[in-house]
């Protein structure tokens, strides 16, 4: 499947935004899926996670209760809505997909997006 992230841009802080990850090649629904971020110096950490059906979500501690993670499987498509948006979560931010049941780790992922920047300035 291949992926391609859109949304990021440049925000002030407390602003929101809205990643999309729209797929193709293979239906989404057969997939779990992620974002990852990886800002300037740092390793690619997990931000959130949907199962397949769109259920069951997860997130990292750190954007809990400020960024909600969903899925349109008859659009192939996967968001990621931020809200409250910090100077810390400047990153480019990864769609990610994965047969089965969604992991934290990068590596478990062997479909990727290009990326997509976030900058959030003060």
């Known amino acids: 499947v291949q992926l391609v992230e859109s949304g990021g841009g440049l925000v002030q802080a407390g602003g929101s935004l809205r990643l999309t990850c729209a797929a193709s090649g293979r239906t989404l629904s057969s997939y779990a899926l992620a974002w990852f971020r990886q800002a300037p110096g740092k390793e690619r950490e997990f931000v959130s996670a949907i199962n397949l059906s769109g259920i069951n979500t997860y997130y990292a501690d750190s954007v809990k209760g400020r960024f909600t993670i969903s899925r349109d499987n008859a659009k192939n498509t996967m968001y990621l809505q931020m809200n409250s948006l910090k100077l810390e979560d400047t990153a480019v931010y990864y769609c990610?997909?994965?047969?089965?049941?969604?992991?934290?780790?990068?590596?478990?992922?062997?479909?990727w997006g290009q990326g997509t920047q976030v900058t959030v300035s003060s």
């Open positions: 990610a997909a994965r047969d089965g049941y969604y992991t934290l780790t990068p590596v478990d992922f062997p479909s």
